[in-house]
């Protein structure tokens, strides 16, 4: 690429993802209620993203009798966490450490 190229790349990249990030408060301002849609979506999506996101990340697990073991623990581990705290930050940071430990030092 040339300089050129690279310049109309980045400004191309960065109008891109300011178009995104502000164009929900041009089309829905802060005095303004949303469309009954919207404020569905705003209460479903959360946790279709995170339904998506298990299956994804358990797509590729072999589940036998050694294999998944890690995955399996891990999943409990996040369910009893996010029972215990309620949050899920420290939720999925938790369960990924977790995991992590459990990959890297036991199923080696």
Request: with cysteine; net charge positive.
């Amino acid at each position: 690429m040339t300089v050129m190229q690279r310049i109309i790349t980045v400004f191309a990249v960065m109008a891109g993802t300011m178009l995104t990030r502000f164009l929900p408060f041009f089309i829905f301002p802060e005095g303004k209620t949303p469309p009954k849609y919207i404020a569905w979506l705003g209460t479903v999506l959360p946790h279709a993203v995170i339904g998506l996101l298990v299956v994804y990340c358990l797509k590729d697990a072999v589940f036998s009798v050694y294999h998944g073991l890690p995955e399996t623990a891990a999943i409990g581990f996040i369910f009893l966490l996010h029972r215990w705290k309620k949050n899920t930050l420290f939720s999925i940071a938790g369960g990924t450490i977790f995991y992590m430990v459990l990959v890297q030092n036991l199923f080696v």
